[in-house]
């Protein structure tokens, strides 16, 4: 609950900003823009929801119980296990929800569950396997050292606010006590990013065996020397005026909002700098664009040339891959599973895993159209 009031109040806030700019400049009879909901709305939401804990049984009707299981993926994320009894029969049907990582850097494997009759499984990386995510610090010393001291340029990391910051700054922290960290500044360009920070600092029950074991060492493990949270947009525009070489760490991953947009703006035309991209970015995102390689982009309907590196690391997704996906239903007897449904996936990703799960001994994977339906016999 501690991450959804601050993701929604920040999404509200957004809406909120995007509609009082669009009525600033309407034109005549043009209708008046209206956020899907405000941070009023979110106050009054939050009220009324109620908190389930991982591996409780909830009754949401008197047929109809549910339980979640920590499905790995970010702080709080869960997979849906619902028992339904209808007609003197009972239904076990799991949602899986998007599954994390075995071994991720932060947060627990997800857990095991009890057997489904029904599964619906995301397939994101149906078809990939990430590589190890054991390097992301050797990665991440030899762009500071290359682009801030061997070049004295800047080193601007696009980041998801939830998770990907927190990796980043885990995996810096551990140079530090490594004594490898290189002495530059560090900066978090992004509010809602230091409030999800502050947010998985006060949940350490979510945290891997290797978290906890730095922890009896270290009693912050995403803070060390040189590192700032940056808050007021005075303070983010001083950081483009400030020539020496430092890493920024900002919002959104996609570089396609926020405050990282701007740094990019102001630095991608310089030949010392490196924009690392750690994470998915869609095709026509400018994260995207740069990933592919583009000279020139447009960035707040400007054109810049790319003159700094483009670099990337590619394993550093919260999704896992089919290794993972098939180690989650692997506490399944395939014989029991009825059906399993591939959802949040590119048709030829899932037409390959489905493949994949039929050798695994699941008979019947189902991709499903948009608007089917299906009958749980």
């Given amino acids: 609950m501690d991450l959804a009031r601050i993701l929604l109040l920040d999404s509200a ?3 909120e900003q995007d509609a009082d700019y669009m009525n600033r400049h ?14 009023e709305d979110v106050v009054k939401t939050i009220g009324l929801c109620k908190i389930v804990s991982y591996n409780e049984l909830f009754e949401i009707e008197p047929d109809v119980k549910l339980k979640f299981t920590d499905a790995g993926h970010i702080l709080g ?16 049907l799991t949602f899986s929800g998007d599954v ?29 396997l990430h590589k190890d995510l054991a390097p992301i610090e050797n990665q991440l010393f030899q762009m500071v050292q290359h682009t801030c001291v061997d070049k004295k340029g ?26 490898k960290l290189p002495d530059v500044r560090y900066y978090v360009d992004s509010p809602l990013s230091s409030k999800a920070t502050a947010v998985l600092k006060n949940h350490p029950e979510v945290y891997n065996n290797g978290v906890k074991e730095t922890l009896k060492i270290d009693h912050d493990v995403f803070s060390f020397k040189g590192l700032e949270f940056i808050e007021s947009v005075e303070q983010s ?14 919002a959104s991953g996609m570089a396609d909002a926020g405050r990282v947009k701007h740094h990019i703006k102001n630095n991608i035309s310089n030949k010392k700098n490196t924009v690392l991209l750690v994470g998915y970015c869609s095709p026509e995102s400018l994260g995207g664009e740069l990933m592919a390689g583009k000279k020139v982009v447009d960035i707040f309907h400007k054109d810049y040339t790319v003159e700094a590196e483009v670099q990337s690391i590619k394993s550093m997704s919260a999704h896992g891959d089919y290794e993972d996906l098939l180690q989650f239903v692997s506490c399944q007897d395939p014989k029991k599973v ?40």
């Avoid at 309407?26 to 405000?38: I, N, S």
């Avoid at 996936?345 to 189902?366: E, I, P, R, S």
């Fill in 13 to 15: 806030h957004i809406q």
């Fill in 26 to 39: 309407r034109r005549g009879a043009e209708e008046v823009e209206q956020p899907l909901y405000t941070e």
């Fill in 77 to 92: 994320s869960a997979a849906v296990h619902l028992t339904i009894l209808e007609n003197e029969k009972t239904t076990q």
């Fill in 100 to 128: 994390g990582r075995y071994g991720d850097l932060l947060l627990k494997s997800p857990q095991i569950f009890d057997q489904a009759g029904y599964i619906v499984l995301e397939s994101t990386y149906g078809d990939s």
């Fill in 154 to 179: 800047k080193l601007i990391i696009p980041a998801f606010s939830v998770g990907r910051t927190q990796e980043l700054l885990y995996a810096l922290n551990m140079l530090e006590l490594k004594g």
């Fill in 237 to 250: 525009k001083s950081l483009n005026d400030d020539p020496r070489p430092c890493v920024i760490i900002s």
């Fill in 338 to 377: 009825k059906q399993l449904f591939l959802v949040h996936g590119d048709y030829d990703v899932q037409q390959h895993f489905a493949k994949t799960l039929n050798n695994h001994g699941f008979k019947d994977v189902q991709i499903p159209e948009y608007h089917q339906e299906f009958k749980l016999s």
